[in-house]
């Protein structure tokens, strides 16, 4: 059996996942990133996106939200501010908060000042990714 790193994504509800892996891969602000056992330490910042891990043969993904990832000790920590499986997502909902979200983006810049740009952006991002994590087989 392959060596295995400690998972731990953590939102202010509690803990989402907590076990032993094979590989992590996660959306930085850099970059996407993979993580095995024993990767040197690390922190990143974490952007919207899909997170997945795999353990043996299984492969589970998750819908995360800003944040922190550390890699320390053969562990990996993402303190995130939200995260949903991919198999829990509700897509017709995913797809009509990308729709709101468009047109709030569309309002935004079209100068409406009643709506703020920079949420709407990541309102549309978090749509994105949720509908992404959804349909990923």
């Not at 907590?18 to 990767?39: C, K, Q, R, T, W």
């Not at 997945?52 to 920590?77: A, D, H, P, W």
Request: with cysteine.
């Amino acid at each position: 059996m392959a060596q295995q790193i400690a998972l731990e994504v953590v939102t202010p509800s509690g803990a989402v996942v907590s076990e032993d892996v094979d590989i992590v891969n996660a959306p930085g602000y850099g970059g996407d990133f993979g993580v095995l056992a024993n990767h040197a330490p690390f922190l990143s910042t974490i952007k919207i996106g899909v997170l997945s891990y795999e353990t043996g043969k299984k492969r589970q993904y998750l819908m995360i939200s800003g944040g922190f990832c550390e890699v320390s000790n053969n562990k990996i920590t993402f303190l995130v501010e939200s995260a949903e499986f991919g198999h829990q997502i509700d897509v017709d909902r995913a797809m009509k908060a990308k729709e709101r979200a468009e047109k709030r983006l569309a309002q935004a810049l079209a100068h409406d000042e009643s709506v703020n740009r920079t949420r709407a952006e990541a309102a549309l991002q978090r749509a994105l990714a949720r509908i992404k994590a959804a349909n990923i087989k």
